[in-house]
Antibody, heavy 113, light 107 residues
Framework: EVQLVQSGAEVKKPGESLKISCKGSGYSFTSYWIGWVRQMPGKGLEWMGI????????RYSPSFQGQVTISADKSISTAYLQWSSLKASDTAMYYC??????WGQGTLVTVSS | DIQMTQSPSSLSASVGDRVTITCRASQGISNYLAWYQQKPGKVPKLLIYAASTLQSGVPSRFSGSGSGTDFTLTISSLQPEDVATYYCQKYNSAPHTFGQGTKLEIK
């Protein structure tokens, strides 16, 4: 079965760093793009960026460029989304997703002092 | 970047009604358009891709049409389980922008 399994919920303080993960299984991890999507509480879906694990080609939405880093480790079939300095406004559900319609279960990130 | 605009933002209809949601791209995107359904507290579910291709397992009352800049999602006979927010998404090139969503309720 093709699936994306994300890391668990996180509670962080403003200014802290964070890296969340998305592990792919049931398919050739290096052959398919994986993207990240943000959903703030009560709001819509926002596309953040995407990576092709085969060669690490990465594209960002202008809204998120410089705010987050997307990476992948093909040796362990895992994609990552990371922040160097979290803000309260980063509080949201984050999904990884393949454009073919395969989504992870979501990782809730809460940033609060 | 190409903007995706959905209308209406919210919609209330009766069971059995035919419901149509539109999505407009600010520039042509050929047929690189997907529709997602998201129920409260759930992961978005792909309904339609390539503007009009029904994802496996999706009920046939859902259909999509359009090409270029104008697209529609149609539910031929609204069911109670269709209460959700619906999003269009372009995927011809990055960024794969979503529309702002259409919240569908039962009247």
């Amino acid at each position: 079965e093709v699936q994306l399994v994300q890391s668990g919920a996180e509670v962080k303080k403003p200014g802290e760093s964070l890296k969340i993960s998305c592990k792919g299984s049931g398919y050739s991890f290096t052959s398919y793009w994986i993207g990240w999507v943000r959903q703030m509480p009560g709001k819509g879906l926002e596309w953040m960026g995407i990576i092709y694990p085969g060669d690490s080609d990465t594209r960002y939405s202008p809204s998120f460029q410089g705010q987050v880093t997307i990476s992948a480790d093909k040796s362990i079939s895992t994609a990552y989304l990371q922040w160097s300095s979290l803000k309260a406004s980063d509080t949201a559900m984050y999904y990884c997703a393949r454009p073919e319609g395969i989504w992870g279960q979501g990782t809730l990130v809460t940033v609060s002092s | 970047d190409i903007q995706m605009t959905q209308s209406p933002s919210s919609l209330s209809a009766s069971v059995g009604d035919r419901v149509t949601i539109t999505c407009r791209a600010s520039q042509g995107i050929s047929n690189y358009l997907a529709w997602y359904q998201q129920k409260p507290g759930k992961v978005p579910k792909l309904l339609i891709y390539a503007a009009s291709t029904l994802q496996s397992g999706v009920p046939s009352r859902f259909s999509g049409s359009g090409s270029g800049t104008d697209f529609t999602l149609t539910i031929s006979s609204l069911q109670p389980e269709d209460v959700a927010t619906y999003y269009c998404q372009k995927y011809n090139s990055a960024p794969h922008t979503f529309g702002q969503g259409t919240k569908l309720e039962i009247k």
